[in-house]
């Protein structure tokens, strides 16, 4: 199958912009048509998932055009794309166990909020009682 930037766009809920640009930072596979349109194959779809997945893992263009060139490499690239891949997997699970730290501590002060709607608690997070109960935000 044959797609369009348009189709493509579409197909995989990114901007058109967002396609002509990968196109143009060579991360995104293409070939021409007569009238110099682009048109991607499922090859090109494939490659736009593992974009896609890799920039919500917060990873830089340039570097995505380094593991790019790394696979047009060939089989000699896959201990580098392997490093690559263990590198941003771990970068990821930091990530992930830093956002498990912020909602822990979210759920302590919601339960901290919870606490002082019943009343079961005075509120010691308002600044104007603050000296008074040793408050913590």
């Not at 199958?1 to 060579?26: F, P």
């Not at 089989?75 to 997997?89: G, L, N, T, W």
């Not at 990821?92 to 009343?119: F, P, T």
Request: proline fraction near 2%; charged fraction near 30%.
């Amino acid at each position: 199958m044959a797609y369009t930037v348009k189709e493509l766009s579409e197909k995989m809920g990114v901007t058109q912009h967002t396609i002509r640009y990968y196109t143009d930072q060579g991360l995104l596979p293409c070939r021409r048509d007569k009238n110099n349109h682009r048109i991607f194959d499922e090859g090109a779809v494939s490659w736009l998932m593992g974009i896609q997945c890799l920039r919500k893992c917060n990873i830089s263009i340039e570097d995505i055009q380094a593991y790019c060139r790394l696979c047009e490499e060939g089989d000699a690239s896959i201990p580098a794309r392997y490093e690559f891949m263990v590198k941003q997997r771990q970068r990821a699970l930091d990530r992930l166990r830093e956002a498990q730290e912020v909602a822990d501590y979210m759920d302590k002060k919601v339960r901290h909020y919870e606490d002082i709607l019943s009343r079961t608690i005075p509120d010691d997070t308002n600044l104007v009682s603050r000296s008074a109960h040793g408050a913590s935000c």
